[in-house]
């Protein structure tokens, strides 16, 4: 889409240039309140909170993802500090409380600013290490980029989490990160200087080892290492490609239009897997339409862990395939594309503890054991040598002819609601859009986003001539020019999503229609 194009997106989500907001507070209702619907919340108490302070949250990924929305500093000035509060009146019935509202906002919210701009002391060595593992995360993620690399995980650091509900680093027994030689790399960066670690290169890597020695703890952290970690999270210095997707097997979620010819070649009932649609895929097809969604939207690389995926899917060995011909099995599975997938672009990092068929087209062999890896790249050639398998790996990987979403205006009478709920559903007006197997989305601020941007999407930009990617570049365009304020007047706590994970959104979007 040229300037012009670009410009009557921008002018019809009601978007405007960034205002100079310095010396002001941006004070905004919770998203999602019941005051958004013009409902006062009973006897409701009195609360403040500056976004500044969110560097006391306990869970790291909340804290890790980037701010919102952008603002021009004012000349003269290197730095402008952005303050974006959170504020509940209290209320009877439908009816505000004005003399409490007022105490709220004469004194209440007057004492957390200030508060929250207090920056001496302690709380002002804290923000400049947030700065400091910030500004190393960007430049890490530069050299990854750089270096042709998927991820790189800097020695000394600490994967493992402190449990299940927990995304804070494991306190006692917790065995630190150290890169077997043959995969170690350096990079400079501007605070840590010198940092050595583990390089993951392009191409098919693979994860291997015995259950419970940390496999999907190492995918775990090259997933989130798309975004940045708050000092002592003891993943700071990793940094993965940013457009890298976790693809899983997603039950009963929607599928619209997408190409699975690449893995499933006809189902029963002669249905078109051309073109598939399907509003309750299964493990298999769910998981197959998500490697083709993702490398639509873009990725460079995929990651996926057995434990979440569908068995079908990944392979099927030599017996299976003595027993049930060709001409039976409509899946080809992911083993015989990955390789070809890679010759195309696509890297993959795999967790594999099942089945050593990856093994042959594997570029490189990481083994964890006891949470400590190892280089078995040579181990795994000796043994592919030794154990020989028929090849089955194909040349080519079809690439989905990009798909053209038309524009969905909103036809039925009720309520406008756009929202989520905390980073499993997100709403439009009745609608509910199920994205709880998009790993990306971390933060309850990102899916709020990921919702607003759908809609923009589907009512404004969307128009039957553009592709997905396109109209998806675009968007990213406009909220690099003029932050998050461009899908929402209120974007308080809003937090920028990445634009794979808004395609996600989209592919996950039940009334979608194509072209």
């Known amino acids: 889409m040229d300037g012009s194009a670009a410009d009557t997106f921008a002018a019809a989500i009601g978007s405007t240039e960034p205002t100079d907001l310095t010396g002001e507070d941006d004070v905004a209702q919770e998203p999602g309140s019941p005051t958004d619907e013009g409902e006062a919340p009973e006897e409701s108490a ?58 709220i906002f004469s004194h209440d919210l007057t004492r957390e600013i200030n508060a929250a701009l207090d920056l001496t002391g302690e709380r002002g060595e804290r923000l400049l290490e947030h700065i400091a593992a910030l500004e190393d995360h960007r430049a890490l ?117 997408v190409d699975l010819t690449p893995f499933i070649s006809h189902l029963p009932g002669d249905r078109d897997t051309a073109s598939f649609t399907t509003t309750n895929a299964s493990g298999s097809t769910s998981q197959a339409a998500s490697i083709v969604e993702s490398i639509e939207a873009g990725t460079s690389a995929l990651l996926l862990d057995e434990d979440t995926s569908a068995t079908n899917l990944l392979i099927r060995d030599a017996r299976m395939r003595t027993l049930v011909s060709d001409d039976q099995e409509p899946i080809t599975p992911f083993v015989d594309r990955v390789g070809a997938l890679a010759e195309a672009g696509v890297s993959t990092v795999l967790v594999m503890g099942g089945s050593g068929d990856y093994l042959d087209v594997a570029d490189r062999v990481l083994l964890l054991d006891s949470y400590v890896l190892h280089d078995a790249t040579e181990r795994a050639a000796e043994v592919t040598a030794a154990q020989p398998r028929e090849t089955t790996a194909l040349v080519d990987f079809p690439m989905q002819t990009p798909r053209v979403p038309l524009p969905s205006q909103r036809t039925q009478r009720g309520p406008v609601r756009t929202r989520s709920r905390g980073t499993d559903t ?38 039957g001539e553009s592709t997905l ?20 007047r209120r974007p308080a706590f809003l937090v920028r999503p990445r634009m794979v994970d808004v395609a996600a959104a989209v592919n996950r979007y039940r009334r979608l229609k194509l072209a």
């Open 46 to 103: 009195p609360s403040a909170s500056a976004a500044t302070d969110s560097d006391t949250e306990a869970d790291a990924d909340a804290d890790a993802v980037q701010s919102t929305g952008k603002r021009e500093a004012p000349a003269g000035s290197g730095v402008v500090i952005e303050i974006r509060a959170r504020v509940a009146l209290p209320a009877r019935g439908r009816s505000i409380r004005g003399r409490e509202a007022a105490n």
């Open 426 to 463: 997100l709403t439009l007006d009745r609608e509910d859009i199920d994205i709880s197997d998009v790993a990306g989305v971390v933060e309850s601020g990102q899916a709020e986003a990921v919702a607003y941007a759908l809609r923009a999407l589907l009512e404004q930009r969307f128009d």
């Open 141 to 257: 993620t530069q050299a990854v980029l750089d270096n042709g690399w998927v991820a790189f995980l800097a020695d000394d650091s600490v994967l493992p989490r402190r449990s299940g509900v927990s995304d804070a680093p494991m306190e006692e027994g917790a065995i630190a990160l150290t890169a077997p030689d043959s995969l170690a790399a350096t990079v400079t960066l501007p605070h840590a200087g010198e940092v050595r670690g583990t390089a993951i290169g392009s191409g098919v890597t693979l994860v291997v080892g015995g259950g419970y020695h940390g496999k999907s703890t190492l995918l775990s952290a090259i997933e989130r290492g798309v975004y940045p970690h708050v000092p002592g999270d003891g993943r700071e210095l990793v940094a993965t490609v940013p457009d890298a997707i976790k693809v899983r097997a997603a039950d009963g979620r929607a599928v619209t239009g």
């Open 469 to 488: 990617a396109q109209c998806l570049e675009d968007l990213d365009a406009l909220l690099d020019d003029e932050g998050l304020d461009a899908l929402d």
